[in-house]
Each structure stands twice: as structure tokens, then as C-alpha cells.
T-cell receptor
């Protein structure tokens, strides 16, 4: 079991560029989510999904898109990167039965 | 939305000391979890504890849902316990976790 995997680990973008952060889990979890972590702010929810084909917005969704075409994958897209999106991004998953949330290793993104 | 407050914000301990971290929340919850973020940034689930008491080695947690707080106890602390401890809750009627701002713990040798 690889658990929750994220790629890339580090990324530097210029303002206005687009990119996709990848997230995959091999635990057959129904629930997947994306958070961003900024200094002193804890973790804030960006988007989440309760199953393939179903996504919803979290606390800070602006500037990000998601899709969930399979149970395993939940990519996060930045359409036009801004310096305010400089952060560490975490993907997480859980099952409806146990509810314990498992996190990926994170992606550190810098937007210049 | 639900408010989650953790205290203290920072804590420095000598190795071997005990500590108690607190998480207060503003509404009824059906899910509460404690996480440890190590100095390398990895987030590890410590406890899923919407009510009652659980123990795992030197760590234990208690949630008193009716009084809207949870406590995380660390006994005989070790340097590897250093990092940030987060409490996260899911309010009744919602399906998402809200995180507190965390308690940063430093255990010195």
C-alpha cells in the first residue's frame, strides 16, 4: 500500500502559469480532499470529493479547479497562478466507515 | 462555521516531561481527530476520537463532546514528539474537517 501519493514535491511557477498537482490513493477511499497550509493558519480546505464524479468547494476554492473521474485520483488545477497561491498543498483521503483521514506528503508551491 | 481553538500555541518541554494539549470547539461534532505534523512536514493521524478516551503508547486522548473540548496527553516526552499538533473537527450536519491553528511542541534533550 503506497497510501496517498502526491506529485510533484516542489514546484516553482511564474504568475499566470497553469499547472496540475496530482494526488492518488490506493486504499479505495471514497472521500478525498485538498488543503493548503500557510504559516500560522492551520490547514484550510480547498475542494473535496465524496466519490467519483462528485466534487464540492471548501473554505478557499477561488483560483482552483478539481475533478474526480476515478476513485483513485483527485488532481488540483491552478488555472492562472498568483503569488497568493504560494503555499504547501496537502491531499488527504478517508473512508466513510472509519473516517480517519490520511495525508499525502505535500507539495511545496512557490509562485513568483 | 464551527470554531476550533487550540492551546497553548507553543510549548517547550524537557525530555521526559508530561504535557496536555487542549482543543475547544464551538458546536456539536460527529468527528474529531488529532494529527501530528513532524518537522519534515508529514501529517500523521494520531486519534479518531469524537467522544471518550483512547490510548496509544505514551499518547492518550479524551473528548468530552457535551462540554465541547478534547485533550491530548503526551507522557514521558521524547525529542521525536516535536512538531505541530492539530485538532480537526467535523460539525454535525457537515462532511468536512475544520482544523485548529495547532500547538507547536519542542522537546529538548
Amino acid at each position: 500500500n503506497a497510501g496517498v501519493t502526491q506529485t510533484p514535491k516542489f514546484q516553482v511557477l511564474k504568475t499566470g502559469q497553469s499547472m496540475t498537482l496530482q494526488c492518488a490513493q490506493d486504499m479505495n477511499h471514497e472521500y478525498m480532499s485538498w488543503y493548503r497550509q500557510d504559516p500560522g493558519m492551520g490547514l484550510r480546505l480547498i475542494h473535496y470529493s465524496v466519490g467519483a464524479g462528485i466534487t464540492d468547494q471548501g473554505e478557499v476554492p477561488n483560483g482552483y479547479n478539481v475533478s474526480r473521474s476515478t476513485t483513485e485520483d483527485f488532481p488540483l488545477r491552478l488555472l492562472s497562478a498568483a503569488p497568493s497561491q504560494t503555499s504547501v498543498y496537502f491531499c488527504a483521503s478517508s473512508s466513510f466507515t472509519s473516517a480517519e483521514q490520511f495525508f499525502g506528503p505535500g507539495t511545496r508551491l512557490t509562485v513568483l | 462555521g464551527i470554531q476550533v481553538e487550540q492551546s497553548p500555541p507553543d510549548l517547550i518541554l524537557q525530555e521526559g516531561a508530561n504535557s496536555t494539549l487542549r482543543c475547544n470547539f464551538s458546536d456539536s461534532v460527529n468527528n474529531l481527530q488529532w494529527f501530528h505534523q513532524n518537522p519534515w512536514g508529514q501529517l500523521i493521524n494520531l486519534f479518531y476520537i469524537p467522544s471518550g478516551t483512547k490510548q496509544n503508547g505514551r499518547l492518550s486522548a479524551t473528548t468530552v463532546a457535551t462540554e465541547r473540548y478534547s485533550l491530548l496527553y503526551i507522557s514521558s516526552s521524547q525529542t521525536t514528539d516535536s512538531g505541530v499538533y492539530f485538532c480537526a473537527v467535523e460539525a454535525v450536519g457537515y462532511s468536512t474537517l475544520t482544523f485548529g491553528k495547532g500547538t507547536m511542541l519542542l522537546v529538548s534533550p
